[in-house]
């Protein structure tokens, strides 16, 4: 696990180290100060530490061991609210639709498509000055 910043808690899950950096980077230069970045390589690890207190979760949906489901499904036993919780994936966006739309997470991001990404942009804003 590895925590910067202060402010509201963001907790990044995936497997991938590149990943995480990536999204830490992109998270502490986009909005300084207001969140605590919180990333996770080992989804088991991940859910020992997720709680109501969780501002925004970026979960991936492929993993060894737990996938984002199951990780999705404990982090909303432990009390994290799924409108805060974004499924990211290399997925197309359609089979990401099909296997999440019935969770009530607040977005499904396919990881490389650039018009999924303004748009996740978009979403990462509002959400956190909220």
Known sequence: MDVVG???????VDDSMLQCVLWRRM???????RAVVETYTDPVEAVGVLGPDIHLMLLDWEMPVMDGMEVFEAAVEAGVNPKRIIISSSHPAKRLHEAFDCTACLAVIEKVEPQQQAAFMMILDSIMKR
Not at 6 to 12: E, F
Not at 27 to 33: D, I, K, Q, T, V
């Open 6 to 12: 202060q402010g509201r808690r963001v907790v990044v």
């Open 27 to 33: 998270l502490e230069s986009r909005y300084p100060n």
